[in-house]
């Protein structure tokens, strides 16, 4: 893989910090080392002295003396050490990249830790994208994304997709616009990534298929364009066995993955991780070095401390059973559309994530309906031109997450759409 090509003039320009880089030789050092260098704090001056946190099953993490001066003190960029290892590890277990032995130059398997996965996406983006570069998405989106993107001045093109994610064949008539040879030409503007949301995805609660996967991948290694994987979504399928991951299949070392514990352990510790490349993920961490400098330390040992008390079986077995909390929460949601939406409305089963993607009948356009009658009756959507780039044009479409709200919630709330509905009609 030729790295060079994919990453933007600003990104290649980004250099090591000095004091970074000594701040990651102290916390590789032993304790006799006697260090002048990085501009730490003295933590004995924090007012914070220790901290115990109580978990659901009534077990408690303490933080105190040593790990608490860690988790108040500067952390290496790349994350805590130990966490990083803890989840290079788990990702290697789960998904058996390929590219675990690789050489460096070759997209050895890399991780970093971000303040949330959105923080690395956007990283990500901008160490990609220079203005009028062509990239691929299935639309609709998270309207998160498109904000990140657009100001970047790239060309979207939408990649047709159904209930089961991109349609390959439609990928495949999008890039035989190019020659596969084309990549090597810059002139010729070939897209840079393929961008996607593979389970749960939102706004539709839709899962590519590994069938499909391994296509797009095919045509990923034909056309040259690495493919950022966005995730969030992976811990919260609900129905085994788990399609396999772009990451699992990732010969060439042109897959970015982004996970979250967003979903999973707390959506405001902000902890997410970065998979990829190492010539790429050190790039996003040369860029957290000038921006945030690293993700929270405390927040990172809290978890840190968490993942050593329960191991991966304790992990996965909070996975399962936040899978079946949410598997629950959609079969409430989806009883309450089937009871007042039938006939006014049409919808997929969503078999991961937390939302569900409705398509109401007999009109063209949502907004007003979702935006002002809705909310007029205390119902609060959001309507499907949200996850458009052009958040103007008419979309029958709105998103309903079925995270927080009781099922007898959902029910009135369906009830009073109903009606709404076919005073519109």
Not at 35 to 46: I, K, V, Y
Not at 106 to 117: A, K, N, R
Not at 228 to 238: A, G, K, T, V
Not at 345 to 373: D, T
Request: aromatic residues 10%.
């Amino acid at each position: 893989m030729n790295y060079a090509r994919f990453i933007t003039a600003t990104s290649a320009a980004r250099k090591p910090s000095p004091i970074r880089t000594m701040a990651d030789v102290l916390n590789r050092s032993p304790k006799s080392l006697i260090s002048l260098a990085p501009g730490f704090p003295n933590p004995d001056t924090f007012p914070f002295k220790s901290a115990t946190i109580t978990l659901e099953n009534g077990n408690t993490i303490q933080i105190g003396g040593e790990i608490m001066k860690t988790a108040l003190q500067y952390a290496s960029t790349y994350g805590v050490p130990e966490l990083v290892s803890w989840l290079k590890q788990f990702q290697i277990k789960l998904h058996n990249p390929p590219t675990i032995h690789y050489a460096p130059h070759q997209g050895q398997l890399d991780l970093c830790i971000t303040s949330g996965s959105q923080d690395g996406l956007c990283k990500a983006f901008e160490m990609l994208i220079n203005p009028g570069d062509n990239i691929l998405l299935n639309e609709p989106v998270y309207s998160g994304t498109l904000q990140a993107l657009q100001p970047l001045g790239c060309n979207i093109i939408n990649v047709p997709s159904d209930e089961f994610g991109i349609i390959p064949d439609a990928l495949k008539e999008i890039l035989s616009n190019w020659e596969p040879e084309d990549s090597k030409d810059l002139t010729k503007n070939t897209p840079k990534f393929l961008y996607t949301v593979p389970n749960g995805n939102n706004p539709t609660g839709n899962s590519l298929t590994g069938d499909r996967k391994k296509e797009i991948y095919k045509l990923a290694s034909k056309y040259d364009f690495l493919i950022i994987e966005d995730d969030p979504y992976y811990f919260l399928q609900f129905n085994k066995p788990w399609a396999p991951t772009f990451l699992s299949m990732d010969v060439d070392g042109r897959v970015i993955r982004a996970d979250s514990f967003s979903k999973i352990l707390s959506s405001g510790l902000r902890v997410g991780f970065i998979t990829g490349p190492k010539p790429l993920i050190e790039k996003i961490v040369l860029h957290t070095q000038v921006s945030s400098m690293h993700a929270s330390s405390f927040a990172q040992i809290m978890i840190l401390q968490l993942l050593h008390q329960w191991g991966e079986e304790g992990f996965l077995a909070q996975v399962d059973r936040v899978i079946d909390f949410y598997r629950h929460q959609r079969d409430a949601i989806l009883a309450a559309a089937e009871k007042w939406l039938s006939g006014l409305a049409e919808w997929h089963v969503p078999v991961a994530g937390m939302f569900l993607w409705i398509k109401i009948k007999g009109i063209s356009n949502s907004q007003h309906l979702i935006e002002e009658e809705a909310l007029k009756k205390e119902v609060l959507l959001v309507p499907g031109s949200a996850f458009y780039m052009d958040s103007s044009a008419h979309s029958p479409y709105f998103r309903a997450c079925f995270s927080s709200a009781s099922a007898e919630q959902m029910d009135v709330a369906f009830q009073r759409l109903a009606e709404i509905i076919k005073l519109s009609l």
